[in-house]
């Protein structure tokens, strides 16, 4: 058990539609990161969150947001769902580099399925 | 930005076989190192990590990995493949100034064939 959960495990939602995926770090971690990881593209880094502020963006698309809460859980918004939204979700958490926070933490991931 | 590379996006061992995946960093600063494995359905989990003691990490399930800065490398090793290691294999890196970026590789998959 990594420490990080993130709820929904499965998620199927039509064309058109908007969902949220929720993650909870891992006690103590200030960083928040999620990834996207489909068949044809790979592991995607979309966007990183320290301590509720945006820190780095990847690959996101203008549909998607997220967001860090003070109690330092995070929440990724998908809207206008397409078809090829239907991939693997994963939030990772890591801890402040100055007390030797290096590693980052991977949940179990949401399965979202377009329909 | 940093870079990854895993080359090979598919290796196969039979079991008991070396079992050997590559990974090359580009930074002119040697970054912390990370190697995870991907099981079917499941997150990532972190094998090993190199972050500036030994060269040589070992990791969980009798993994090892070697930091050559010279060739920019922390290749993956395991003297003896077993069945239960077939798996998704991802290399990532993380530079030590800036604020937890990770970089990830693209990633190899591991076959076993008894």
């Known amino acids: 058990d990594s420490g990080v959960t993130q709820t929904p495990k499965h998620l199927i939602t039509a064309t058109g539609q908007r969902v949220t995926l929720r993650c909870s770090p891992r006690s103590g971690d200030l960083s928040v990161y999620w990834y996207q990881q489909s068949l044809d593209q790979g592991l995607q880094f979309l966007i990183q969150?320290?301590?509720?502020?945006?820190?780095a963006k990847g690959n996101i698309l203008e549909r998607f947001s997220a967001q860090q809460f003070p109690d330092l859980h995070s929440e990724l918004n998908l809207s206008s769902l397409e078809l090829g939204d239907s991939a693997l979700y994963f939030c990772a958490s890591s801890g402040p580099r100055g007390r030797g926070g290096t590693e980052a933490f991977f949940g179990q991931g949401t399965r979202l399925t377009v329909v | 930005a940093q870079s990854v590379t895993q080359l090979g996006s598919h290796v196969s061992v039979s079991e008991g076989a070396l079992v050997l995946l590559r990974c090359n960093y580009s930074?002119?600063?040697?970054?912390?190192l990370f190697w995870y494995v991907q099981y079917p359905n499941q997150g990532l989990q972190l094998l090993l990590k190199?972050?500036?003691?030994?060269?040589l990490v070992k990791g969980i399930n009798g993994f090892e990995a070697e930091f050559k800065k010279s060739e920019t490398s922390f290749h993956l090793t395991k003297p003896s493949a077993h069945m239960s290691d077939a798996a998704e294999y991802f290399c990532a890196v993380s530079e030590r100034n800036t604020g937890n970026q990770f970089y990830f590789g693209t990633g190899t998959s591991l076959t076993v064939i008894p």
């Open positions: 930074s002119s600063v040697p970054p912390y």
């Open positions: 969150y320290y301590n509720g502020e945006e820190r």
């Open positions: 190199y972050t500036s003691a030994a060269t």
